[in-house]
């Protein structure tokens, strides 16, 4: 087991400049981390003409490699539901040239998403889930077995409303039935569909690769008049759950969730992957990364 960080944590800094890939690299390691994960999000790595920046590609693996980091895996957001078959096709090699940059990067796994994308949560139900369920395992078929040319395995995550919840998101891995397809642990994300995350975390081990710690308050949603900030989860902002509740980032250990309980399961199970803190609470992510870093080693040793 490694624990590590996603730069994700710090994408607050990243976006208004306050520090460039290299600080973040740097950061990873002047805390301890054993690994580090990437977002796309203030790395362009692909193009808007989907052809690779080798130059940012190779500069960010060689600046790990002389950090003495590993790069534990590539996160993507995608949306492989597109109705439109011209844009299904585009969005499909999209991905694909993520992969590409997975594989520049020197990873052996990565994780694209099915749909993460905002979608009126009165879609968001079992009918429709039942109805796309052919275009998302065709799709993720495509995708994991180009992957597999490439020696990568895809760790799919728990993420958004739709495909969300153990037992949606293990009948679409068990579906796709490929021995590259694996499972990110979003330890928190069950909440965005009201699961408990502690038994959705024991279901979900078996499959996983990788595990995303973070924590979150919970509310009642009569409780916070006047907070309609909806489909925004970053830096601290309030967002509704699928049951109707509004949950926030926290810092590890200080939310609601039961983060000393979920660190035990993991501990005593057979896992031996990666474990990935993701913050994005309101806190000045420098200092709220730092604090949850130091949390979640405290509390595995002591579980």
């Known amino acids: ?110 994780r694209f998403d099915v749909a993460s994308f905002v979608r009126p949560f009165s879609t968001n139900t079992i009918y429709n889930f039942n109805r796309e369920f052919p275009q998302m395992v065709k799709n993720g078929t495509i995708l994991c077995d180009y992957a597999a040319e490439k020696g990568i395995n895809i760790v799919m995550e728990n993420h958004g409303f739709f495909i969300n919840g153990s037992e949606r998101v293990l009948r679409l891995i068990e579906a796709i039935d490929r021995p590259n397809l694996k499972m990110t642990v979003d330890v928190g994300n069950f909440l965005c569909v009201d699961e408990d995350p502690v038994a959705a975390v024991k279901r979900c081990l078996h499959l996983a690769e990788m595990i995303h710690l973070k924590d979150f308050y919970i509310r009642k949603k009569e409780l916070l008049p006047d907070q309609t900030e909806m489909f925004n989860c970053n830096n601290g902002s309030w967002f509704e759950t699928m049951g109707g509740r509004m949950i926030r980032g926290s810092i590890l250990g200080q939310g609601d969730m039961d983060i000393w309980e979920i660190l035990r399961t993991i501990k005593h199970s057979d896992f031996d992957g990666y474990i990935s803190l993701e913050f994005e609470g309101m806190e000045p992510c420098e200092k709220g990364t730092e604090i949850g870093l130091a949390m979640a080693r405290a509390i595995w040793d002591k579980v």
């Open 1 to 110: 087991m490694k624990f590590g960080m996603s730069c994700y944590c710090l994408d607050p800094a990243m976006k208004d400049g306050t520090m460039s890939v290299d600080d973040v690299v740097d950061y990873a390691v002047a805390h301890g981390c054993e690994h580090i994960e990437f977002v796309p999000f203030r790395l362009p790595f692909v193009t808007p003409e989907r052809t690779l920046d080798w130059e940012l590609i190779d500069h960010v693996r060689e600046k790990c490699k002389s950090a003495g980091i590993e790069i534990s895996t590539y996160s993507v957001n995608a949306n492989l539901l597109k109705t439109d078959s011209e844009e299904e096709a585009m969005e499909i090699e999209r991905v694909k040239r993520h992969i590409d940059v997975a594989e520049g990067l020197g990873l052996s796994r990565m």
